[in-house]
């Protein structure tokens, strides 16, 4: 394969391991360490190899990388500096000054609903920019696990969207495709009965009433199974390989 071949390359980070895509060429590289910045030197070392395009790029990231929040609804529409400024406010607020420096990105919502924003250390943002630019890598797209799998979701979607990776959890709740509630976890062995108690416990201190419906999306988990939820939920579990693992099962999202 030509280095600028048509083919994009997909590429998925999480915790411990990198997975590269294009067309029918894949590897999984991993390491023991589970930081973003952990995953660099195997990304820069497989990038390396020429068979790999640099056309189209796309990135998407684990939501144990990302950081998500809801802000309060700003009452009037804002300028698309002003979202970011309520977005790191926000996130100030949960995390501290340290947030002050993390890479954000904004969905915007009517004024009457809060803003949805996800934020990524921007450092490892930096890094992992200059990293790609130095391997020739263009028409880049970085986008975290959630904002790329809701697409799939109704235009007007009502009810729960539960995204699960090994050892994680990411919960979005929705009225008429507005998104109202933003929650995320780390998940045991014990997932399956963890979720459905975790969800009640999300949806009863939502500000809203939302559709007791969930979509629960598996990431890399292998055969879900039946999950014990309560009566009055309607449980549904999208699509999803059952074969593919860890960051293997991100990279063609």
């Known amino acids: 394969m030509s280095r600028w071949s048509a083919d994009p390359l997909h590429i998925a980070l999480a915790p411990g391991e990198v997975a590269l895509l294009a067309g029918s060429e894949s590897r999984l590289l991993t390491t023991e360490a589970h930081t973003p910045a952990s995953l660099l030197p195997l990304l820069d070392a497989a ?22 929040v809801l802000t309060p609804p700003p009452g ?17 607020e949960i995390y501290g ?11 915007s919502q009517p004024p009457h609903a809060g803003l949805l924003g996800a934020a990524v250390d921007g450092a490892f943002m930096q890094q992992l920019d ?30 729960w969207w ?20 933003v929650a995320a976890q780390p998940l045991g062995a014990d997932w ?18 939302i559709a007791r419906q969930a979509w629960l999306q598996p990431f890399g988990l292998g055969a879900v199974g039946n999950l014990k939820a309560a009566d009055d939920w309607q449980w549904h579990t999208l699509p999803h390989d059952a074969q593919a693992h860890g960051a293997a099962a991100l990279v063609e999202i």
């Open 130 to 159: 200059d990293l790609l630019e130095r391997h020739g890598c263009r028409s880049l797209s970085i986008t975290p696990l959630a904002s790329r799998a809701v697409r799939r979701l109704p235009p007007r979607f009502d009810g």
């Open 76 to 92: 009037k529409a804002l300028a698309q500096d002003e979202e970011a400024a309520l977005v790191v406010a926000s996130l100030r």
């Open 47 to 68: 990038l390396a190899d020429a068979v790999w395009p640099r056309r189209r790029i796309t990135v998407v990231l684990s939501q144990q990388f990302v950081r998500p």
């Open 97 to 107: 000054d340290e947030a002050a420096s993390w890479r954000i990105a904004v969905h």
């Open 192 to 209: 399956r009965t963890a979720l459905p108690e975790w969800l009640a416990a999300e949806a009863g201190g939502a500000a809203a009433p």
């Open 162 to 181: 539960i995204g699960v990776e090994p050892g994680w959890a990411t919960l979005l709740g929705a009225h008429a495709g507005i998104w109202q509630h």
